[in-house]
């Protein structure tokens, strides 16, 4: 069965780094792009990284751009998200995603494939 698990959430203080892991089983990375996505709590799930997986295309929101960095090893099946100086607003529950076309997820949230989401905090 195909699916999505996100890691490496948890608390930490504001200036501080994180990564997010996203491994996949079944058929997906195999091909298409992967994305990043948060959900603050009470607003709808908003875009934050995209990559694809053949091509060296990226895309990030503005909001993250030059602190976040979405990287994949295809290999592990494994996509990451390097987050750096993080920031009380980006506390949110942060899920990554699967679908055909990375550029295709700025710009919609119905995808293919979903992870479970990953809780992230930022607080002093």
């Known amino acids: 069965q195909a699916q999505l698990v996100e890691s490496g959430g948890g608390l930490v203080q504001p200036g501080d780094s994180l990564t997010l892991s996203c491994t996949a089983t079944?058929?997906?990375?195999?091909?298409?792009?992967v994305g990043w996505f948060r959900q603050i709590s009470g607003k709808e799930r908003e875009f934050v990284a995209s990559?694809?997986?053949?091509?060296?295309?990226?895309y990030y929101a503005d909001a993250v751009k030059g602190r976040f960095f979405i990287s994949g090893d295809k290999a592990k099946k494994t996509a990451y998200l390097q987050m750096n100086d993080l920031r009380p607003e980006d506390t949110a529950v942060y899920y990554c995603?699967?679908?055909?076309?990375?550029?295709?997820?700025?710009?919609?949230?119905?995808?293919?494939?979903w992870g479970q989401g990953t809780q992230v905090t930022v607080s002093s």
């Open positions: 995603a699967a679908d055909l076309s990375a550029a295709g997820m700025t710009v919609t949230t119905t995808l293919q494939h």
């Open positions: 079944g058929r997906i990375f195999n091909s298409g792009a």
């Open positions: 990559k694809a997986w053949l091509l060296p295309d990226t």
